[in-house]
């Protein structure tokens, strides 16, 4: 399911800034992302991307001034797990997986807690998410200290769509990956968008963040630089000079 120019906006940020003293971390940050779509987030380190989910999810802090807004309805004062029921779930740049429980019972928690299925429910999307992300039969009952790097990738997104998101903001999700296994995640990606999921992500890999996004916004010191088609954004100056390092990209 791609976005179109007539489908609706789910997730907007209006005028968001969030502050740690003097350090304005996001600034005055808008913009919209429309039902069905995969929206790249791209800036240097330290740009304010993950802050931009923090204050999203509210994990752990809202905003210090501004709205976000899920289909309309502000959420911007709910609480963490307010904003994960109302369909708004994120990963995160560390592991965040219960590491003595198994990757079923990972997922299964998700069901529940983020997802609100219970018994025989929270059991059939506990199993349809891990064949979603296709973790292999005899991985899902292994403990989380025991799975690969890709695999804890493929578990913290089943843990994901088992929460039942509308949209999913996924943060980082290659670091630490091989080449070939950014490939993997590419396809991953497309598959939960597939299943109706609008996903929002930040990546430092530029391959991955190029090839899955439909739409492309850059950060630079907490604020937008540039938001367009991620072919006409990364010929912009500006960012070339902030997030490129003043160098053409190749792709
Ligand atoms: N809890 C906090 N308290 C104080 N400063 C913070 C806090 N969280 C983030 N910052 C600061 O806010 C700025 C933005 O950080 P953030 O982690 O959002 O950047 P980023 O674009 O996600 O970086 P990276 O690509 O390295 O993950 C940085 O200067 C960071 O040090």
Redesign the pocket.
Known sequence: MAATDASPVLLEVRNVTRR?GE?V?VDDVSFTVTEGQVFGIA?P????????FNVITGIPFPPSSGAVLLRGEEIQRLRPHQISRAGILRTF?KDAEFYTLTAFENVYTSAVYCGGAVGADARRDSMQALEDVALADDRRDRPVSELSVFERKQLMIASAIAGRPKVLLLD?PAAGLTRPEVTQLADLIRTVHRRGITIVLIE?VLPLLLSVSEHLMV?NQ?AVIASGTPKDVVRMPQVVEAYLGKREVSH
């Open positions: 740690f350090l971390a800036g380190n330290g740009s304010g991307k993950s802050t931009l740049q980082e430092h950060l907490g």
